[in-house]
């Protein structure tokens, strides 16, 4: 079991709760069956992320977002989950990275052309000198916070590492859906 107690807060990692098919990995079902057990506990539930990943950063490279990791069960079976823990008054949040979207379709689009719709979803840019003062996260892997891209022939901007572009924040279409 993976309950670990945040400032106000518990997060509990679906993989490892609790198992409700006896396949050795923890799923919705398998929260709802502990429901009780986790609304004792007086504080806002907080998933790790749930949809179906790459896996190749342990958690932040999304694959699908409008799915859910197939280890833990369907769609409907988190809709159930959310609903009983609506219900019985727990709250109930999930972990995902908004950004990390290099084989997205739209990703594919707007590297195909300048003129592309949904080039500005990401930050493009002929130089990798731009935002010159943000910090490199993660330095023993990578030099910069831009990666060329050989197809559009031009640098996206990355926050963490190359195979995961960010979002275009600055875009309203993302600013507006992500409450900014």
Same mark, same amino acid.
């Given at each position: 079991m993976c309950l670990v107690q945040g400032r106000d807060r518990f997060q509990v990692h679906v993989r490892t709760f609790h198992?409700?098919?006896?396949? &050795?990995? &923890?799923?919705?079902?398998g929260l709802e069956e502990k429901l009780d057990y986790l609304?004792? %506990?007086g504080s806002t539930r907080y998933g790790s992320c749930i949809?179906?990943?790459? %896996?190749?950063?342990d958690g932040y490279d999304i694959a699908d977002y409008n799915a859910v990791h197939s280890s833990y069960g369907t769609l409907e079976d988190f809709r159930k989950f959310l609903g009983s823990a609506t219900t019985e008054g727990s709250g109930s949040l999930s972990n995902g990275a908004e950004s990390h979207l290099r084989s997205a379709p739209w990703f594919q689009e707007s590297r195909s052309s300048p003129d592309n719709p949904r080039r500005d979803w990401y930050v493009w840019s002929d130089t990798d000198r731009r935002y010159k003062g943000v910090r490199i996260i993660f330095l023993d892997t990578e030099t910069s916070n831009w990666a060329w891209d050989?197809?559009?022939?031009?640098?996206?901007?990355?926050?963490?590492?190359?195979?995961?572009?960010?979002?275009?924040?600055?875009? %309203?279409?993302? &600013?507006?859906?992500?409450?900014?």
């Open positions: 198992d409700s098919n006896g396949d &050795g990995i &923890g799923d919705f079902q609304q004792q %506990l949809l179906p990943l790459a %896996l190749r950063d050989p197809i559009s022939k031009s640098f996206y901007w990355h926050r963490f590492f190359s195979h995961q572009p960010d979002l275009n924040y600055d875009n %309203l279409r993302f &600013g507006n859906r992500c409450g900014m």
